[in-house]
Every structure is written in structure tokens, then in C-alpha cells.
């Protein structure tokens, strides 16, 4: 083949990659245009189904936005009522900065364009009124404010007030034995799948899950694969998140990092006494880990990450905005980024997913049992589809989108602070969370080392090759130990 003939191929591939691009712009234009219409439809279609079924009419979490100013109140206020609604907070275990702006603040296409269009109407009608109120704020006499849904203002009331705002079961959740399990216990705690030796444990390994997962993504892949001498060494504790498989899934909770790691705190480090510890993470655990970490600097021996969501914000960026934007991207191709962006930015649509798959799991359990015949595990299945909207909803933002701002001060303490390995692991063909977030933090870290594990994914990285990794996490143990 002449340089010519290479030269060519060279530029069409680089056209057909540029058609490719635009086209992908051009059909994602159309496509979530339709979606941010079909989820406002579904947001008082749900608004409705709410009011008839459970008798109180709730408002939707994205149709209307309220104010909280700096003296503890929240400020109540509708679209189109001029007077406002001021409640009074009675307690400060919720702080407010733990919510994330992304459960209100989301950009839509079309919301964009009504957006630009009307405020060009207001501006020239409300030029003098701008001013003078910005004259107010720089002096002083009136307050800045922010916005927030008037769901999370309603759970922020019944939560401060120890009250349950929702049922112990919606009708758009499961009311199966397995997913309520947690409402025959007298105990207000994570479930805890723990394995320890017959005689006393050396040594404690604190296993995180990541998103819509469970405590099987650990159980049924590195627990049967440990050594015997591991076995007899070190006590097993892989944790249910809160709002996940067997775990409470309170409808009144905000499932913000405070309450994930208090949680955390009280089901296994307090409950099992654990002293000094272990930590594995994947995904959205990591999070979790890196909070418990800087939080009990003198009792973690090592961390091992697998994909931790570490994206880079650049400055001026509103870091938990930026970080939706990577994850959800509003793109139909590729698919996952497609499936991310409708499940992070559609409240109402995500609703009727989570309607569709977790009310109905024990029909896709059968299911998927009669099409393997029984021959396939379906844990992966079980992790996936056994939560309710409000916890996976609320812990995707107000986890994954809300600690973008906090990861870069997480980190530099666990590199000044923290004087345990750190280990993280990346699956090459990880399509959910991007190679360089490892290397993100490997950069902020930099004692951290990153293995890139071949024609392994975000799932199989771990299940796909669970003996090797249990040897690997056996030999990080045993060094950190050592040391």
C-alpha cells in the first residue's frame, strides 16, 4: 500500500469520525428534547398518581423552586404565589451544603431555550429592579439564596422534626419480605454479611459496594476465593448501603455522605467493634471510603479503590455541575453514556424505570432463572434492581455529583495524614468511569499505585477474575501489615 493510498484512508476515517461526531450532536439534540418533554409530562402525571394513591399531594421534585437563606429558615415559595412559606429548622444533623444542586438544578435543552427567551423578556422589564436588589445584597440588607427542590425541603421538614414523610412503603416500591426486611428489626442498622475465623480475627476488612449494588458484588466473588490462611486471619465485612438490598431504605432520608458514612459508623465499626481496619472499595464506595478514611485517619491500614469517580474540575467550574456533565453527557452514543445521562438527569423517567424493574424483581427473577435455567448466579441481577428510587436517585447526586467539590480535600488529606497503602485498580474497558480518574488520583496521591487490569470491565474487573484479585488484596494486606 503507497504513502498515498495511506494518506487517503488517513482522511476519510478523519471525515467519517467528524460525520460520526456531528451526527451524534445533531440526533442527542432531537432525542433529549423529547425526553425533557416526555419527563415533564411524567412529573405531574406522578404529581397525580401520588395524590390519588397515598392521599397527600407531593410536590414534584423538579417543577419548583424555593429559597434557603442564611439565618436557618427555609423559605417556602411556589411559582406564581407571592407570599412565601418560612419553616423554621429544629435541628442542625442535616446541614444543608450536603445537598446537592443537581437534584434542582439540571440543564435541559428546552428548559434552556424558554430560559433564554423569557429572561430576555424580564430584562427589559426588570432592569431597575435588578439593580436595586443587587445594590441591597453588596450592601448587606438582603440575603443571597440559593434554590432547592420542594421535595427536599419537605423531607428536610419531616426529617428535622422526626417525622416520616413518606409510607415505610410507597406504591411505587416493592413490598416483598426481602426488600422491607429491615422493617422487622428493632435494630436501625445496615445489613452486615460478616465471616470471620473460629477464633479471634487479627485483622478487619471493611468491603464498600458501589451503585446499585449490594454486598453480593463481594460475597459471591472474593469470599469463597480467600485463602484458608486469609480465612483465619482477617474478619470479612461487606456492608448493604443504605437504600440498597437488605438495608433500611427510609423514604424520608436525603441519603447524603453524612448519613451514608454515620451509617457505616454505627452498623460495622461501632456495632463489631472494629479498631483499625481494611478498606475495598468500587466505584461509588470509594467515595464512601475516602470520607471514612480522612474521617479515622489512625485506623485505616490500607485502601484499595477500584474505578473511583476522581474527575478533575477545572477552575471556575461548578464542580458538582462539571461532574454530571461527565457522567451524563447527554449523548445517545455510546449507549452507556446514553443510559447515564437518562438516569441521572430525568428524575420522573428514572422513577418509571425504577417502577418498571425494582416493584417487579421477583418477575425479572424468575425470569432470568427460566432463561438460564437456573445455571447462572443472579446476584448481580438482585444488586441491581433492589432499592427504591428515592435512595439510588438521591445518593446518585447527592454522592457521585455532590462530593465533586470535596474529593480534592479528601485526597490531600489522605496523602498528608494517612500513612496506608493505596491501591487502585482499573479495569481497561471500564465504559462507566474513565481510566484517568485513577490517574487523577494517583496524581493527587502520588505513593498511590494504579493497576490497569486488561480486557476487564467496571463489573468484570472484580467478577470476572475474583481468585486473582484475592490473592492481590491478600498480598496488599499482608505488606500493610508488615510495614
Sequence with gaps: ????????????????????????????????????????????????LDFCIESEWK??????????????????????EIESEVVCLSSSRLQLEEISDTLYSRTSLVTEISKLTINELKNLKFDAHILQSNDKIKKGTLRSTITV??????????????????????????????????????????YVKAESPKDKAKEDVLFIHGFVSS?????????????????????FLAVDLLGFARSPKPNDSLYTLREHVEMIETSVLEAYEVESFHIV???????????????????????????????????????????????APQRVWPPMAFC??????????????????????RLWDFLFKLVTRNKIRTYLLEGFIRHTHIASWHTLHNIIFGTAGKLDRYLDVVRDRLNCDVNVFHGKDDEVIPL???????????????????????????????????RELEEIWKKSTRS
Design 1 to 48: 500500500m503507497g504513502l498515498s493510498e495511506m494518506d487517503v484512508m488517513c482522511k476519510t476515517r478523519t471525515v467519517l469520525t467528524l460525520m460520526g461526531g456531528v451526527l451524534n450532536v445533531a440526533v442527542s439534540f432531537v432525542v433529549f428534547c423529547f425526553l425533557d418533554l416526555v419527563d415533564l409530562v411524567l412529573c405531574f402525571v406522578y404529581k397525580v
Design 59 to 80: 410536590k414534584p421534585g423538579s417543577c419548583s423552586k424555593e429559597a434557603i437563606n442564611g439565618s436557618g429558615k427555609i423559605i417556602v415559595s411556589e411559582k406564581g
Design 149 to 190: 427542590s420542594s421535595t427536599i425541603v419537605k423531607m428536610l421538614q419531616g426529617r428535622m422534626v422526626g417525622q416520616h414523610l413518606y409510607p415505610v412503603t410507597r406504591w411505587s416500591d416493592c413490598d416483598c419480605h426481602f426488600c422491607n426486611s429491615w422493617t422487622y428489626s428493632t435494630k436501625d442498622t445496615l
Design 215 to 235: 454486598s453480593a458484588f463481594w460475597t459471591e466473588t472474593l469470599f469463597p476465593n480467600f485463602s484458608s490462611k486469609a480465612k483465619s486471619t482477617y474478619r
Design 281 to 327: 472499595a468500587h466505584s461509588l464506595g470509594c467515595i464512601l471510603a475516602l470520607a471514612i478514611a480522612v474521617k479515622h485517619p489512625g485506623s485505616v491500614k490500607s485502601l484499595t479503590l477500584l474505578a473511583p469517580p476522581y474527575y478533575q474540575v477545572p477552575k471556575g467550574e461548578s464542580a458538582t455541575q462539571y461532574v454530571m456533565r461527565q457522567v
Design 340 to 361: 447515564a445521562s437518562v438516569g441521572g438527569r430525568y428524575e420522573h423517567i428514572a422513577r418509571t424505570v425504577s417502577l418498571i424493574l425494582c416493584k417487579n424483581h
Design 436 to 470: 484517568e480518574c485513577s490517574y487523577n488520583v494517583q496524581k493527587r496521591i502520588p505513593r498511590a499505585r494504579v493497576k490497569v487490569v486488561e480486557n476487564k470491565d467496571h463489573i468484570t474487573i472484580v467478577a470476572g477474575r475474583q481468585k486473582a484479585f484475592a
